[in-house]
């Protein structure tokens, strides 16, 4: 057999994968903290270059992102299947999603608020979902906060009911799937 028609299979270890995905979410969150630090902005403010900084760091949270959350979305989907409609994780797993198109509904929302400059120079937003207004450097650190815990809360509960109760086979059919995206 040629070496042009031998199949591959090429194969990775889910968790692993989502989990080095998660380390470089944290890494990226870490990277606007530092933009937003009063080191680099002067007063602890989003201001002027650190705004184009914070945009580009940004971008990643608005689209890329969503690579991450279709791979969680379909270990999500085989778990559904294997533990059935009687388990109560259900709702947990239905919020999981929830909160990815929450978070990526949020960091584009700032995007829109870091695109535009205000004439009085005041760095404001009107956020109705926090009862007023906040800063943009409030939105943020909000937005920051629900990430860490979103994956805090996956790592704890999504991946160790996963090592608890996919097969091998499954692993594998995650797996090739997870690969495709």
Request: include cysteine; charged fraction near 30%.
């Amino acid at each position: 057999m040629s070496q042009g028609s031998r199949r591959t299979s090429l194969t990775v270890d889910p968790l692993a994968l989502l989990k080095r995905e998660h380390r470089m979410i944290l890494d990226r969150l870490a990277m606007v903290e530092t933009a937003m630090s009063p080191r680099s902005s002067g007063s602890g403010a989003v201001k002027g270059t650190n705004r184009d900084t914070l945009r580009e760091l940004l971008e990643f949270f608005t689209g890329p992102v969503y690579v991450h959350f279709k791979r969680e979305e379909m270990l999500v989907d085989d778990l559904r299947r294997i533990l059935g409609r009687k388990q109560e994780g259900q709702e947990q797993f239905q919020s999981f999603l929830d909160e990815h198109r929450a978070l990526k509904a949020d960091a584009t929302a700032v995007m829109r608020q870091l695109a535009r400059k205000r004439t009085d120079g005041q760095d404001v937003v009107a956020s109705k979902a926090f009862g007023g207004l906040r800063t943009l450097t409030g939105e943020l650190h909000a937005l920051i906060r629900r990430y860490r815990v979103q994956i805090a809360c996956e790592e704890r509960l999504l991946f160790a009911l996963a090592e608890m109760r996919l097969t091998a086979e499954q692993w594998r059919r995650i797996s090739r799937r997870m690969l495709q995206v």
